[in-house]
């Protein structure tokens, strides 16, 4: 497979080894103009690092991959699937805004597919299949450290220096938390869009001082039975918001998209 990514940041480098692992290639980065020169110099020479959407879209990937966060989507990802590109995505969350939602929904209906991965959540496939039977009510709760806080606007509503014990900062809906915490929210998106929605997805957002990792929580009752799904997550380190789980989803549902067997 030979595949463009958008964005290449910490998620991006994380994931390109893994996809370099199963045998494939990137084949182009669309970046902003000013990192276009950093981006090259970590890839192997002769890959395409372009600012221009067309000649992202003329080096003809087999699949799109954006990892370039909210802005990056709602710039990019309606364009990439109108030029018939299949579209994976990190940043969920830009979902959470009815009108980004509707331009990518309109854009897949004739172009290319919009494909949701999990990320760093587990239990996304129980909780879609549970859907079809009748979802009653679904909760999530993130706990991690500090920093992984940090730069978001959690440290406007809690002095993330000073806490002692694990500490509540948001609750609210799905829709509120990916909107107000781009960069650490996009689970919470894609367990709006598997189950009961954006505005009946519960949300409860904590920083931990004695996080050992990037804790999720998936809770959900319904005609299927309960779940309770948690996971322990490794951060990466060059951005310890986001966990190694959630390359390593991008990089199954991408090779999932070439495999004739699909697991
Ligand atoms: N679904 C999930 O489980 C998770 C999803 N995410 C999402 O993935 C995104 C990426 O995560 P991560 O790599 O760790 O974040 P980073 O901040 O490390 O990297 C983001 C990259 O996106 C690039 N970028 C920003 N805007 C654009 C644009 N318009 N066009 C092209 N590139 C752009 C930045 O480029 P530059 O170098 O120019 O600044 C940067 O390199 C997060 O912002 C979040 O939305 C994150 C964690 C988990
Ligand atoms: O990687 C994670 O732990 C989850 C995350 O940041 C997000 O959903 O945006």
């Not at 991006?12 to 996809?19: C, K, N, Q, S, V």
């Not at 290639?25 to 221009?52: E, N, Y």
């Not at 949701?116 to 549970?130: S, V, W």
Request: some cysteine; aromatic content about 4%.
């Amino acid at each position: 497979m030979r595949i463009g990514l958008i964005g290449y940041g910490a998620m991006a480098a994380a994931l390109r080894p893994l996809l370099e692992a199963e045998g494939a290639a990137v084949a182009a980065v669309l970046a902003r103009p000013g990192s276009i020169d950093r981006i090259a110099a970590a890839l192997p020479a002769g890959t395409l690092v372009t600012a221009d959407p067309a000649a992202f879209a003329a080096a003809a990937p087999d699949v799109a991959v954006e990892c370039a966060g909210h802005a990056g989507l709602r710039q990019h990802g309606p364009a990439c699937l109108a030029a018939g590109l299949d579209l994976v995505i990190a940043s969920v969350g830009a979902l959470a805004d009815p009108a980004t939602e509707a331009d990518l929904r309109a854009a897949a209906r004739t172009g290319g597919r919009l494909v949701i991965p999990a990320g760093a959540l587990a239990g996304l496939d129980a909780l879609a299949a549970a859907r079809h039977g009748g979802l009653e009510s679904v909760r999530y709760v993130s706990r991690k450290a500090p920093r992984a806080w940090r730069g978001t606007a959690a440290q406007d509503l809690i002095d993330l220096d000073s806490i002692v014990e694990p500490t509540i900062f948001f609750e609210g809906n799905a829709r509120e938390a990916a909107l107000a915490f781009p960069q650490n929210a996009n689970v919470v998106a894609a367990a709006a869009l598997a189950g009961i929605g954006f505005t009946r997805t519960e949300v409860t957002l904590m920083a931990d001082p004695d996080a050992a990792g990037n804790r999720h929580l998936l809770e959900a009752k319904g005609a299927f039975g309960d779940l309770s799904v948690a996971v322990l997550a490794r951060p990466l380190a060059a951005n310890p918001k986001t966990s190694y789980l959630a390359p390593l989803s991008l990089a199954r549902a991408i090779l999932n998209l070439g495999a004739r067997v699909v697991v």
